[in-house]
T-cell receptor, first 117, second 114 residues
Framework: DQQVKQNSPSLSVQEGRISILNCDYT??????FLWYKKYPAEGPTFLIS?????DKNEDGRFTVFLNKSAKHLSLHIVPSQPGDSAVYFC????????????????FGTGTLLAVQP | DGGITQSPKYLFRKEGQNVTLSCEQN?????MYWYRQDPGQGLRLIYY???????QKGDIAEGYSVSREKKESFPLTVTSAQKNPTAFYLC?????????????FGEGSRLTVL
């Protein structure tokens, strides 16, 4: 049972345009979400995160939007650059009773983004 | 530079053999993790350890074993009981308390069973 779903295995975008990567989750206990970027034969690197008390978090060209009622989040990359071509993983976690995130992330299956020059 | 080192990067083994993947970190992180990546299945948690001499099973622990004798080290043994061991294995670490969710990953080890 996939608790975190990325339904688009791949996405192709022209350089300079917006890339939108989507992620859906089923577990209503999740309240902390992260995006990771992964190049081939390398480990994923952290990109951006958002907690459930927010609906938007922005970091440079990257913005994550969270719609809790729809259990949906999206990552926007504007403008897209060829160096952004990678696999993007969405991940989710839940806060513990003492306020920190649990030490266990559930990952989606990833979306391969190709930014065409 | 601080980071996570996994070795070997590529490993081949015959069916029926155990193999141990190394993971070392010098980030002074308390928690360490092993994930497995298969095509179309994302990253799945095998084992994790939040403190020395303690570890917990993840979602797919069967056929694997770990130890955490030192804070810096979290080796993973893929045993002959693991039915489909060919995969890309990723080790990660993070701070313990006050954790914000950011995992730091190694570069991975690709295991191929012949």
């Amino acid at each position: 049972d996939q608790q975190v779903k990325q339904n688009s295995p791949s996405l192709s975008v022209q350089e300079g345009r917006i890339s939108i990567l989507n992620c859906d989750y089923t577990n209503s206990m999740f309240d902390y979400f992260l995006w990771y970027k992964k190049y081939p034969a390398e480990g994923p690197t952290f990109l951006i995160s958002i907690s459930s008390i927010k609906d938007k978090n922005e970091d440079g060209r990257f913005t994550v939007f969270l719609n809790k009622s729809a259990k949906h989040l999206s990552l926007h990359i504007v403008p897209s650059q060829p160096g952004d071509s990678a696999v993007y993983f969405c991940a989710a976690s839940a806060f513990t009773s003492n306020g920190g995130a649990t030490n266990k992330l559930i990952f989606g299956t990833g979306t391969l983004l190709a930014v065409q020059p | 530079d601080g980071g996570i080192t996994q070795s070997p990067k590529y490993l081949f083994r015959k069916e029926g053999q155990n193999v141990t993947l190394s993971c070392e970190q010098n980030l002074n992180h308390d928690a360490m993790y092993w994930y497995r990546q298969d095509p179309g299945q994302g990253l799945r948690l095998i084992y994790y350890s939040q403190i020395v001499n303690d570890f917990q099973k993840g979602d797919i622990a069967e056929g694997y074993s770990v130890s955490r004798e030192k804070k810096e080290s979290f080796p993973l043994t893929v045993t002959s009981a693991q039915k489909n061991p060919t995969a890309f294995y990723l080790c990660a670490s993070t701070k313990g308390t006050g954790w914000t969710g950011e995992l730091f990953f190694g570069e991975g080890s690709r295991l191929t069973v012949l």
